[in-house]
């Protein structure tokens, strides 16, 4: 099948889709800096320089799909969050707009976790809904990189849209959380000291040993001592960033010291001990392999490349799956599936049955869950207190979107500021033997959704 790329930076996106036996034909890159890395590592897609708010629909060519993740700065908990009032959101739009006017079989949008925040969440509920509109099954899923075979900590989201003529939706892969790859496991072997380069200085591409095991060795500023910056070996590291300044710190470094509560600080005497990671162990740290090579001339570009990237092992896990998806013969649409969910009291339950409706935080915080237009919705709500459990039949139509002061005329006392709502189809319960659930007990409070 073949793809188009935007916003595809170094190409790790694109990377994991190729693995997965997709061919990326074309793809669409406005920063020059990035393409000799994109040309060396992806030598027979054809590369576009142009500005996306410039692409005509006509210039793309004919595939089966889009790839793609817009910039993340305007979406991230740590960035702006200015959302569509910075340009850099606004391009999001631009590939919205190219999706609807080329129609492909599907599309992927990857994005930071920070996206279906509170902050964004009416935002990007708008973004699922004009690709809604324009004919697509459209999905999403959070995903932590460390469940998935990655030696690092990382939130993205992950929308998938299938045309609304296939008939079929993708099953996203279940999290494993047990037998996580650390960092040892990731750069243990890395023997070889890395490069030492400061800001300015030209960096000197060399294949001796590992290609772009080069370091910024420049000071450590104030933010630095903000956090934490280091993990053990027998760790998952913490997120791979954009920025030179900000990278972990490597774990032979000694450890950062707490300053009571205001700080952290190096061990005094020890301050020469301390190194950040070199651009190609956070490459590692990303599941880069190792003969993906990366052009730069400054040391800041190449930590910018690497820690903008999509985990080519993520995006390979999402290629395969919508692969399968792609290739099945029932597309995955004849799923069924129930809510499970608590009641806090019987005066909580009262007014779900009285309204018809039981309403979930939405976004990424702990208790919240996430239910995308277009996803086929759950057939049945399972409410459960202490050893009292209630099963009901949902309506057969998406959650709508509503928010604090909508649910507390209706008597809710939520605690929240965007809710997803699911509307029942009678307040009378249904015979338990319609459905068997797999309980767990880490499950207890928050809603999830499984299939039956």
């Known amino acids: 099948m073949k ?4 916003f595809s930076g170094c190409g790790g996106l694109d990377l994991g889709f190729e693995q997965a036996g997709f061919d990326v034909i074309w793809a669409n890159e406005f920063d020059p800096s990035i393409h000799n890395t994109y040309h060396h590592n992806h030598p027979k897609t054809v590369l576009c320089g142009k500005d996306i708010r410039q692409i005509d629909v006509s210039e793309i060519p004919d595939c089966d799909g889009f790839i793609g993740g817009p910039p ?7 960035g702006s969050m200015r959302g569509l009032d910075d340009s850099r959101g606004k391009v999001f739009l631009d590939y919205i707009r190219l999706i609807k006017g080329k129609q492909p079989k599907f599309f992927v949008i990857e994005n930071v976790a920070g996206i279906v925040s509170d902050h964004h969440f009416v935002t990007f509920h708008g973004f699922l809904s004009t690709l809604s509109k324009a004919g697509y099954r459209v999905q999403y899923s959070i995903f932590n990189t460390t469940h998935f075979g990655i030696a ?3 939130l993205r989201v992950m929308v998938v849209g299938i045309r609304n003529d296939l008939n079929c939706s993708i099953m996203f892969p279940a999290p494993n959380e047990r037998g996580k790859v650390t960092i040892k496991d990731a750069i243990g072997d890395m023997v070889l000291q890395p490069r030492p380069y400061l800001k300015g200085e030209k960096v000197v591409l060399t294949r001796e040993g590992l290609a772009n095991n080069d370091y910024f060795a420049g000071p450590f500023d104030k933010y630095y001592f903000e956090r934490n910056r280091r993990r053990n070996w027998d760790e998952v590291s913490y997120t791979i960033v954009a920025s030179a300044n900000v990278t972990p710190l490597h774990p032979n470094s000694p450890e950062m010291i707490r300053d009571n509560g205001k700080g952290w600080h190096f061990i005094e005497g020890k301050e020469n001990k301390y190194r ?4 190609r162990e956070c490459a590692r740290l990303q599941s880069f392999p190792d003969d993906f090579v990366f052009y730069y001339d400054e040391i800041r570009d190449g930590y910018k490349m690497v820690g903008n990237a999509v985990p080519p092992k993520l995006a390979y896990i999402i290629a395969k799956a919508m692969r399968e ?3 099945s013969d029932d597309g995955n649409c004849q ?6 969910a608590y009641y806090k009291n019987e005066d909580h339950l009262t007014l779900v049955l009285r309204n018809g409706l039981y309403y979930v935080r939405t976004g990424f915080r702990k208790g919240s869950m996430q239910m995308p237009l277009g996803e086929k919705q759950p057939r049945y709500l399972l409410l459960h207190h202490g050893k009292s459990k209630h099963l009901y039949e949902l309506k057969d139509k998406e959650p709508s979107v509503r928010t604090a002061k909508d649910l507390q005329r209706l008597g809710f006392r939520p605690n929240g500021d965007v809710y997803l709502c699911f509307e029942l189809e009678s307040s009378l319960e249904v015979q338990f033997d319609v459905v068997q659930i797999e309980e767990t007990s880490q499950r207890n409070f928050a809603p999830y959704i499984v299939d039956i």
Do not use: P, Y
Request: hydrophobic share 35%; with cysteine.
């Open 325 to 327: 998806t792609l290739e």
């Open 3 to 6: 793809l188009v790329s935007f």
């Open 335 to 340: 799923r069924k599936s129930v809510l499970v």
């Open 152 to 154: 690092q900590e990382r």
């Open 72 to 78: 993340c700065q305007s979406w991230s908990t740590g």
């Open 276 to 279: 950040r990671l070199s651009v």
